[in-house]
């Protein structure tokens, strides 16, 4: 979420905050069920969770959120790689557990993609004890 969202100061969060803050969510193509994963439509207690625009990349997301149009839901690996000044990752507690896998077509198994899967691997599998915390200075 944007820094200056009324979230971004919070250690974390409860899903059933949700309720209070529209969600980003990703546009057809993406599979239904990793659109309802990422901006689903209810709390785990039933509220409902309003609704953010709709975007096609992981960057246009991010921009919109730094913009004050949503917060998005990411993963951890997601949310270490793409750390900004103008964006607070805050944890959420009271979700599913969260996965990142590497999805590929058929027929593109290629020498690049062959040498992609293990650094992928390598990458999402590091951890770092605290999730990563940006804010830039909030003032008059």
């Known amino acids: 979420m944007s820094t200056r969202h009324p979230f971004a100061a919070r250690t974390v969060l409860d899903a059933e905050e949700l309720a209070r803050a529209p969600l980003i969510r990703a546009a057809p193509p993406a599979p239904a069920y990793w659109r309802g994963c990422q901006a689903p439509?209810?709390?785990?207690?039933?509220?409902?969770?309003p609704r953010g625009p709709a975007v096609t990349t992981l960057q246009e997301g991010l921009a919109t959120a730094a913009a004050g149009g949503g917060a998005?839901?990411?993963?951890?690996?997601?949310?270490?790689t793409h750390v900004r000044s103008d964006l607070a990752f805050v944890p959420v507690s009271g979700l599913g557990f969260s996965e990142l896998t590497l999805v590929r077509g058929r027929g593109g198994d290629t020498a690049v993609v062959r040498a992609f899967v293990p650094a992928v691997t390598e990458t999402a599998s590091e951890t770092v004890p605290d999730p990563p915390r940006t804010r830039s200075p909030v003032g008059p």
């Open 41 to 49: 439509l209810r709390t785990p207690g039933g509220l409902a969770v």
């Open 72 to 80: 998005m839901l990411l993963c951890r690996p997601t949310a270490q």
